[in-house]
């Protein structure tokens, strides 16, 4: 536990590394993943940086990986197909091939693929050419035949009097005053007037859905002096030039004069219909449609063995694509992070910084060795630890039991550094919070069902609750022990699915025939655990629930919020803060434990007295004498105790004198102290010397200082986890070994700053040194001032807003006992007294729908939203800052994995 009980001392190192040696140190490095390097190139423009080549040139394979697997994603293969050979690929040549050789195979790949691609097209768009073509010389083959029967009919008026193409037809008019050949270019002897007459005529394929268009297009276009007949084919087709599965007709347009014709073909051109030269003659039509059939059969093979031949490709790359990808994306990180690296042209290698765990030195030099050692280089890595005042990140090991719960820390904001950890209070305190608000033993029992499953098949789990519930998946221990304390809580409040457990005897006797109850008072002691089952169903029930859940709430509240003003003690020992200590904490203890300690003593008290037994009399009202203790301070009409009226008295003096001492000392304090210090610095001629603890002080600079240096800092310190991406930017400067920090050292005794809550639940309650380059230029007391006043007036009114806000433990816990009484009452209970069979089938399913739906879902997102509401605000703005970076280290496991929030 006192891993996350403070951050991580962390340290700033210096690599200097021989450039031959580079990419396997960063790699092993990025293996170990304890190290967040800065970019020591913020200036550097990214095009001009030393590894720029090495990024295009994983950038590009990238980008042939994508190519890649849009290939086999369109080839649809079956999952088990790819990975048939599963055992081989693990063996696969990716582990030992170099970048270099990865990137020719590659280049060798995409070429091979992008030719194949390229031929199945065109192969592709012949194949459904000559379809088209097939059913082009069929319909017209039916057409010629059956005008040949027509021959003697050409004089009549309507053309289309018999349908012999199969499908409905326009009929149009054919200049009925010109003279006409036969169709199939016969020679016999013309018809009547037509005779002499040359029709030209057109034949292709076009959409179904634009022939109605066609139609009128053409109609308008040749103002009606055209022959049109149409046959719809029996099953879609693949368009050759869009390649979609489109339903397509058969046309044929007979037509006089060239012009005509033209203006045809245009109109077919617009329509996106395909024509198909087919002749006259009826021997040279057959010949063609014989070459056709066959050259469709042939490159029908051809295209199937083109095919099969790409998929047998496309399936080797599959197996292979992943380790190619992951190989690929771990170089591009390694030369990302080598980027932020500077070149040292004295000593001839490459120079970065970092920030790391200051426990862990020792195994990052081991891996430094095993790194040179597997390069071959001839010069070792030197790592030197820099003295800095930085800000250093925050880091916390967890693991996958305290994630979830520093995760819920986390989320408000992250700690600074070295400050305490709330998340070590949030272990035990979330949870019980949460259910005291929920707490139900029935419900708590399924609920912990659930989470032990995801605990005991977490790899089950993990893979059904990915996605939107990837997150309840990472709370599985979090929610486990919030189930464990539902149902000690709900056994507290003997509440099991809003059924009274008798596990002991009830201290409440019925009264003869009476219908009230009357408590065995020879019993000699109450009832053992939680409330006796004797209140359940009693007309006075609610009433006695709400007291006793009201005034629970009161104490608990007292105690989370006394614990928060405790860890600023511990702050400001750590930070050797004495004036927090003096004139914040001791004042704010004085102040809360007068007004809502003292109302908690007063609880325990009344609960403590016998009211009732041996003579009955009338309790004192608690908020009464809170009230009365303020508005008639020399008076208590019921006293709960002797002496109780010069407690009060004492207690008021406290509370109301703690209120200046949290106001006026500790800003004419900083001055004072401000104006000593300036003066010694005037007269040495230097700023305080005390090295030692300037870098401790540095962290704690003003809020205006922490954060325009925090923001700069953010901007450069973290090089992303996935290192895919561009770095950020960064103040870090080239050290060299040996060489000390040229800033001036800050003062032991810093400008301290204290900024009141914003009211959103932000900490601000920070003690921080307000200091320039020289320490002591500058001191503002006009806005020191203002920020405590401001501290203490949100202090004094968040500590009655605050309690109050703890009694939505009773809100909601009463809720939640009702609402289970009610559906089990007036839903399971009422349909099983009733005879009907039927409905007592179906009130169980409802039941227990509704159960699951509002008392299990909906019921607990409510109370889990109050517990978060109650550490963030009213536990956590006692003493926690939560202005921290986060510590970002590059972690190969990060980068080929990253997680779906910073993907």
Sequence with gaps: MGEIWRSSKMSLIQLFIQIDAARETINGLGEYGLIEFKDLNASVNPLQRNFINEVKQSEDMERQITYFNNLISAAKFAPEIIYAQEEEAEEDESKDISITELDEKLERLEQELQESVTNNEKLRRNLHQLQEYEEVLKRDAEFFSSSKKRRNDVNNSSILEDDTFGDESMEMSVYKNSKVSTIDGSSSQPSSIYSGLQFGYVTGVAPSDRKELFERILWRVTRGNLFLRTAELEKAIEDPSSGKQVNKFVFIIFYQGEKVGNRIRKVCEAVSANLYPVPKNQNERERIAKEVSDKLDDLQQVYDSSISRQDRLLLSIARQLEGWRTKIVREKAIYNILNCFTYDTGRRCIVGEGWCPSEEIDNIRRVLVDSNRKSGATIPTILHIVPTDEIPPTYYKTDKFTESFQGVVDSYGMARY?????GVFTIITFPFLFAVMFGDAGHGFLMFLFALWMVLQEKTAGKLMSGALDMIFGGRYLILLMSLFSIYVGLIYNDCFSIPIPLFSSRWLQDGHQTQKKFDWDAGYPY?????????????ELIYYNSLKMKMSILLGFVHMMTGIIMKFFNGVYYNKPYDIWFEFIPQVFFFTSIFGYLCVLIIIKWCTNYHYPVETEAPSILNT??????????????????QQYVQNILVILALGSVPFMLFPKPFLLKRDWQRNHNADVYKGFTDPLQEHETRESALVSKKGVASKMEAQAQGRSVATHASSSVGNSKGNNRLVGSSDDSSPESDVDVEVDLANDGTGSSSHGHNSAHDDHGHDHFDFGEIFVHQVIHTIEFVLGAVSNTASYLRLWALSLAHAQLSTVFWVRILVLGLTMDNAAVIFFVWPVWAAITLGVLMGMESISAFLHALRLHWV??????????????????????????????
């Design 626 to 643: 809170l009230i009365s203790m303020f508005l008639n301070p020399f008076n208590v009409d019921k006293p709960l105790f002797n002496g």
């Design 874 to 903: 009213e536990f956590m703005n006692k003493f926690y800052y939560g202005d921290g970076v986060p510590f970002r280290p590059f972690n190969m496991e990060l980068v080929v994995n990253p997680p779906k929030d910073d993907s």
């Design 418 to 422: 070295q400050e305490v950890n709330p």
């Design 528 to 540: 053992p655990f939680g409330v006796d089952p004797g209140w359940k169903g009693t007309t006075n």
